[in-house]
């Protein structure tokens, strides 16, 4: 069974400052990758999203990531943090090739920006 | 129509009754899924359709639990016999069809609190 790992429950950026939010996934083969986020009150909102192709994935809001398949990795990345950013980021893998169709998540990684 | 719907948003019931949420999806998306998010958890997935079809039900929690999508448009979720873990919430996404790389879009959720 699919399982993703975020080991950062907070992270505390200054605003300006660079970002980088780890995610490693467990799947047999090359997942599909998704980063969301979620703003207090509000729903999930894709960022991005990884299937195939170019290994560097660029997605809406500024953000970045990078699938490294060797480390099982699928980290986000963002040059410069805007206070809006502060919300709750989660990564998820979906399988490939049928089965349960559903998304799997981790437990997200709630962002802080100091001024 | 602009995304996925869900309501109510809140739902407060006591113990032991039974609850029934609504989600309407994006009009062209055949595919419908149902998730629950604890506090501090990232989504959890429980089932989904496609079209009428109710593909995976087996990660729905308990015998509780059931959802339907009877024409293949809106979905109802029902908790039965509710329980304070019960308490969480209850998110809807839909999807275009042809492939699991196509995005989940989410619904702001319904918030249920189970005393």
């Known amino acids: 069974a699919q399982s993703v790992t975020q080991p950062d429950i907070h992270i505390t950026v200054s605003e300006g400052a660079s970002l980088e939010l780890r995610c490693n996934y467990s799947y047999g083969a090359t997942p599909y990758l998704f980063w969301y986020v979620q703003s207090p009150g509000q729903g999930l909102q894709l960022l991005l999203k990884y299937f195939s192709g170019d290994t560097l994935v660029q997605g809406i809001k500024g953000f970045e990531a990078e699938f490294k398949r060797s480390q099982s990795s699928f980290n986000l990345r963002k040059p410069s943090v805007h206070w809006s950013d502060a919300a709750e980021y989660f990564c998820a893998v979906g399988a490939r090739g049928g089965g349960a169709d559903g998304l799997t998540f981790g437990k997200g990684t709630h962002l802080i920006i100091q001024p | 129509d602009t995304g996925v719907s869900q309501d109510p948003r809140h739902k407060i019931t006591k113990r032991g009754q039974n609850v029934t949420f609504r989600c309407d999806p994006i009009s062209e998306h055949n595919r419908l899924y149902w998730y629950r998010q604890t506090l501090g958890q990232g989504p959890e997935f429980l089932t989904y359709f496609q079209n009428e079809a109710q593909l995976e039900k087996s990660r729905l929690l308990s015998d509780r639990f059931s959802a339907e999508r009877p024409k293949g448009s809106f979905s109802t979720l029902e908790i039965q016999r509710t329980e304070q873990g019960d308490s969480a919430m209850y998110l809807c996404?839909?999807?275009?069809?042809?492939?699991?790389?196509?995005?989940?879009?989410f619904g702001p959720g319904t918030r249920l609190t189970v005393l």
């Open positions: 996404a839909s999807r275009l069809p042809n492939g699991g790389q196509n995005e989940q879009f």
